[in-house]
Structure formats: structure tokens, C-alpha cells
């Protein structure tokens, strides 16, 4: 019997954490025709940090096709888009320093992919964010809505106590 009872507990447990696998993690695939595979991702506030994979899914190299992913707030997509066309090539598009940026992964042409982890304590639940590719000309069309759902973890934290 109580054995039986610690083994639910386990499988509880386990349900738990698979379920937060899988909403604090999160896969975007860019292609050779300048497009992410989505326009629309969201995570939980509870997750402390989110691990994010950048996949380039065409064949061309990064020097003619590259992509990356940048996470800011709406109000900022088009000021750091400049800033990155500033900070040119040399700094694969992307603003050095920059604390508007939320989150960013580095340039990946096709057949490759990155995978970055950031942290969600500067994320708001119920504020929209937005995420678009600083490569030149590509955030056009290369760009989506980031939502924050539920509970934030560190407010979650805090209710605990
Ligand atoms: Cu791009």
C-alpha cells in the first residue's frame, strides 16, 4: 500500500516535470526562403529560464542566408533592428551591449542550429514581446509575438513562503 502510494507520488512527479519540459523549452526553424516556422510562441511564466533552438532548415550558408533569433520588447523591435544594421557583419547583426535585447542567438546558416537558455525573470506574464531576425532586410518578414502565460516562477516562489 505504501508502496504503492510512493510510486503514484513518483509518476506525479515525473508528469510534473515533463510537463515543464516541455513548455520551458522552445524550437524555431528558419528557412532559404526567409522565414520562420512561426509567428507565435509562448511560454510559461513559471519556467525560471527558457531553452530556445534555433534550427536553419535550408542548405544556404549564413554569409547568404543567415539567421538568428532576437527577443525584445515590442516598442523596441525597431530601434535595435537599426542598431543591429549598425553593428554590422563584424557583429553578425547584432547590437553589442544592447539591454533592450531580451534574448539572442548567434547567426546560423542552413543545416546548422543553435540553442541558447535565457532567463524569464525580465519577461512579464501578459506583456506581448517580439522576436524577429536582425540579419538586413530579413525582419520584414522574419519576425513574430512572444506571449508569457501564468504565474511568474519568482511570484510562484514567493507564494511557497
Ligand atoms: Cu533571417
Known amino acids: ?17 515533463g510537463a515543464q519540459a516541455a513548455t ?11 522565414q520562420f516556422n512561426t509567428k507565435k510562441l509562448e511560454v510559461d511564466a513559471a519556467c525560471p529560464e527558457v531553452r530556445l533552438t534555433l534550427k536553419h532548415v535550408g542548405s544556404s550558408p549564413a554569409n547568404v542566408m543567415g539567421h538568428n533569433w532576437v527577443l525584445v520588447r515590442t516598442a523596441d523591435l525597431g530601434a535595435v533592428a537599426n542598431a543591429a544594421l549598425r553593428a554590422g557583419r563584424e557583429h553578425q547583426y547584432q547590437p553589442p551591449a544592447d539591454g533592450r535585447v531580451l534574448a539572442v542567438t548567434p547567426t546560423v546558416g542552413g543545416g546548422e542550429s543553435t540553442t541558447i537558455t535565457f532567463e524569464t525573470a525580465a ?3 501578459g506583456e506581448t514581446y517580439s522576436f524577429f531576425c536582425s540579419t538586413p532586410g530579413h525582419n520584414a518578414i522574419m519576425r513574430g509575438t512572444l506571449i508569457v502565460n501564468g504565474t511568474p516562477a519568482r511570484l510562484a516562489a514567493d507564494a511557497r513562503q
Do not use: G, W
Open 1 to 17: 500500500m505504501i508502496a504503492r502510494r510512493i510510486l503514484s507520488i513518483a509518476a506525479l512527479m515525473l508528469a510534473a516535470q
Open 123 to 125: 519577461l512579464r506574464s
Open 24 to 34: 520551458c523549452q522552445l524550437a524555431v526553424e528558419a528557412n532559404d526562403m526567409m
